[in-house]
Nanobody
Framework: QLQLVESGGGLVQPGGSLRLSCAAS????????IGWFRQVPGKERYIVSC????????NYADSVKGRFTVSGDNAKNTVYLQMNSLKPEDTGVYYC????????????????????WGQGTQVTVSS
């Protein structure tokens, strides 16, 4: 069964950190780019970061550059999103999804091109 499962969300104060995980099953990450999206009520899913395994190419939205780090562990078939210096505007439901592996210089932004979406994990940044 093809599946992506996110975990690691929670409530954190501004300036805090969280690490999200995206565990893949039923397929190998070697042939895919994994994207991390954020969604808030009433808005479309917004690409935050992406990673292509093998070469480990990574990209970030301007709003999270320098604060978020995406990484992958092919042995565990899992992708991580380390989020530091969190801000209230980082609040939302975070999803991971896959797209056939790309070598583009930036993430594919259109969520409609991704598949196998996970169920999402809530991140709330608030004092």
């Amino acid at each position: 069964q093809l599946q992506l499962v996110e975990s690691g969300g929670g409530l954190v104060q501004p300036g805090g950190s969280l690490r999200l995980s995206c565990a893949a099953s039923g397929f190998t990450l070697d042939y895919y780019t994994i994207g991390w999206f954020r969604q808030v009520p009433g808005k479309e899913r917004y690409i935050v970061s992406c990673i292509s395994s093998g070469g480990g190419a990574t990209n970030y939205a301007d709003s999270v550059k320098g604060r978020f780090t995406v990484s992958g562990d092919n042995a565990k078939n899992t992708v991580y999103l380390q989020m530091n210096s969190l801000k209230p505007e980082d609040t939302g439901v975070y999803y991971c999804a896959r797209v056939p592996k790309t070598y583009a210089s930036s993430c594919i932004k259109n969520p409609g091109l991704y598949d196998n979406w996970g169920q999402g994990t809530q991140v709330t940044v608030s004092s």
